[in-house]
């Protein structure tokens, strides 16, 4: 079973589109991630939540948007996409804030 | 400048060398993560320590918080251990991260 799943795995889309990237998972941790990775292959950490709580808030667009239905999913929502918010998007998931974190298999997006 | 620095940024081995990754941070910290990111793109978490030293096979992390430094140690590198090993870290204040930029590791048979 995986750990910590993103769907989709690719998305390509035009630019001012709104998309939705999904993330699940069922290790029964507290604290869920949203990172960016750019071209250069710098992560950055955009969100995170812990139980459900927003626990960092990095400076992002806000045109990105996480929800967290429940502990076990954070969801990310990028309103009117842009060509430079193509990259991949790891989820990741800890225990507590801190903790060993499992990452997702990342979502590549591509805003043509 | 970066609150974490790694060095070198490429390292490229010999099967079989050993091999010494460094990140230092000018942050205090709570915790320190040491990350592999295969070259198909998947990130594994390696270790996460706080003080002293971890071994996980050939792999070692060791840790100076007075020195804030941390190195990862690959001991008879194998073309397989060929990946980006990226340092982050946690601060002990709020609930910040921050991430170096990556050492890229080649080791050739």
């Known amino acids: 079973d995986t750990a910590v799943s993103q769907t989709p795995k690719y998305l390509v889309t035009q630019m001012g589109n709104d998309k939705s990237i999904k993330c699940e998972q069922n290790?029964?941790?507290?604290?869920m991630y949203w990172y960016k990775q750019d071209s250069k292959k710098f992560l950055k950490i955009m969100f995170s939540?812990?139980?459900?709580?927003?626990?960092i808030n990095e400076t992002v667009p806000n045109r990105f948007s996480p929800k967290s239905p429940d502990k076990a999913h954070l969801n990310l929502h990028i309103n009117s996409l842009e060509l430079g918010d193509s990259a991949v998007y790891f989820c990741?998931?800890?225990?507590?804030?801190?903790?060993?974190?499992?990452f997702g298999p990342g979502t590549r997006l591509l805003v043509l | 400048k970066n609150e974490v620095e790694q060095s070198p940024q490429n390292l490229t081995a010999q099967e079989g060398e050993f091999i010494t990754i460094n990140c230092s941070y000018s942050?205090?910290?709570?915790?320190l993560h040491w990350l592999q990111q295969h070259p198909g793109g998947g990130i594994v978490s390696l270790f996460m320590?706080?003080?002293g030293k971890k071994k996980h096979g050939r792999l070692i992390a060791t840790i100076n918080i007075q020195e804030k430094h941390s190195s990862l140690h690959i001991t008879a590198s194998h073309p397989r251990d060929s990946a980006v090993y990226i340092c982050?870290?946690?601060?002990?204040?709020?609930?910040?991260?921050?991430f170096g930029t990556g050492t890229s590791l080649t080791v050739i048979p």
């Open positions: 990741a998931s800890s225990q507590y804030p801190g903790g060993t974190q499992y």
């Open positions: 290790l029964g941790h507290d604290t």
């Open positions: 939540y812990n139980n459900k709580e927003l626990i």
């Open positions: 942050v205090g910290i709570s915790a």
């Open positions: 320590l706080s003080s």
């Open positions: 982050a870290v946690k601060a002990n204040t709020g609930n910040q991260f921050y």
